[in-house]
Antibody
Framework: EVQLVESGGGLVQPGGSLRLSCSAS????????MHWVRQAPGRGLECVSG????????YYADSVKGRVTISRDNSKNTLYLQMSGLRAEDTAVYYC??????????????WGQGTLVTVSS | QSVLTQPPSASGTPGQRVTISCSGS????????VYWYHQLPGTAPKLLIS???QRPSGVPDRFSGSKSGTSASLAISGLRSEDEADYYC???????????FGGGTKVTVL
């Protein structure tokens, strides 16, 4: 069974930094693109960032470009999201999501349970 | 403001058919597949329809997707109380070089 378990969320002050992790199991992690999708409280879904299977290609939403870095360690079956310069509008549940193939697409399945990031003083 | 446009809400009585629209442009829906996701209250989203109109294993055939030009639709036939959820369309956007979502449609079963 495919499992995606996010961790690293929490309360951080504006301007602070946080690193989210997603531990993957139940599939050949190195063969699949991965994404981070977030959902602000009471709001819709937003694709934050994605990465191809070998880490050589990434994309970022304009809202986080320059403040966020996605990476992966295929030897540890783990996806990361390093966030800095955090703002109140970054407050959201961050979901780790598996793609269908090597390169990022819009096939998001399955999703992790999410980790909450709260940016507040 | 989402790149893809969905109505904020839709509703129907049990057994009815409900349709949700998703409007985009030539850089997304017009040239790439549309996907639909649903999110039950308090849970993570799940894939409902892939590649415009394909149902993943386990998705009832009451759910169907279609696309024409730069618009897509999700239809739910034989509406059930358990279909109350938020529904999101998504597509790759060539101009933005990334996936984009619609703002979501909340379906209420009256």
């Amino acid at each position: 069974e495919v499992q995606l378990v996010e961790s690293g969320g929490g309360l951080v002050q504006p301007g602070g930094s946080l690193r989210l992790s997603c531990s993957a199991s139940g599939f050949a992690f190195r063969n699949f693109a991965m994404h981070w999708v977030r959902q602000a409280p009471g709001r819709g879904l937003e694709c934050v960032s994605g990465i191809n299977n070998n880490g050589g290609s990434t994309y970022y939403a304009d809202s986080v470009k320059g403040r966020v870095t996605i990476s992966r360690d295929n030897s540890k079956n783990t996806l990361y999201l390093q966030m800095s310069g955090l703002r109140a509008e970054d407050t959201a549940v961050y979901y780790c999501v598996k793609d269908l193939g090597y390169n990022p697409s819009t096939w998001f399945d399955p999703w992790g349970q999410g980790t909450l990031v709260t940016v507040s003083s | 403001q989402s790149v893809l446009t969905q109505p904020p809400s839709a509703s129907g009585t049990p057994g009815q058919r409900v349709t949700i629209s998703c409007s985009g442009s030539t850089s997304n829906i017009g040239t790439n597949y549309v996907y639909w996701y649903h999110q039950l209250p308090g849970t993570a989203p799940k894939l409902l329809i892939s590649r415009d109109n394909q149902r993943p294993s386990g998705v009832p055939d009451r759910f169907s997707g279609s696309k024409s030009g730069t618009s897509a639709s999700l239809a739910i036939s034989g509406l059930r109380s358990e279909d109350e959820a938020d529904y999101y369309c998504a597509a790759w956007d060539d101009s933005l070089s990334g996936p984009v979502f619609g703002g979501g449609t909340k379906v209420t079963v009256l």
